[in-house]
């Protein structure tokens, strides 16, 4: 059993936002997929970027805009986002006062497509 702590102390600045690698705790160069949690300044964003991975976003608190190539939508707490492997994609917080957190899973398409 391997029990971590999910704390500001854990963060560091990547992505434009403040962010944990989960696992692999040692890098994501150690394996083929990863989670880590980020967290989104009240007004902020991620860089907008792109990967060769697959990644979901699930949303833990906070609300804002999910942007996806031309694509626009509202997103909040208790809601997930699948973006397909080489999609530029940005994460707004369209909140003034509170952080937006999620958690980001990825892994490459050889190890599942998006449909599945």
């Known amino acids: ?7 500001d102390a854990q963060l560091v600045d990547a ?3 403040k962010y944990q690698q989960i696992y692999p705790a040692g890098g994501d160069y150690l394996a083929d997929w990863g989670v880590g949690r980020a967290v989104v300044k009240p007004l ?7 990967h060769l991975e697959n990644e979901l976003f699930l949303i833990t608190s906070g609300d804002g805009e999910m942007v996806i190539g031309p ?3 509202p997103i909040a707490a208790g809601q997930y986002v699948l973006i397909p492997a080489g999609e ?3 994460l707004r917080n369209a909140s ?3 952080a937006l957190e999620f958690l980001s899973v990825y892994w490459p398409p050889r190890l599942g497509a998006l449909g599945l």
Do not use: D, F, N, W
């Open 15 to 17: 992505y434009g936002v």
């Open 1 to 7: 059993m391997l029990i971590k702590p999910m704390t």
């Open 88 to 90: 530029e994609h940005q």
């Open 44 to 50: 902020g964003c991620t860089g907008a970027h792109q």
């Open 71 to 73: 694509e626009r939508s």
């Open 96 to 98: 003034s006062e509170q």
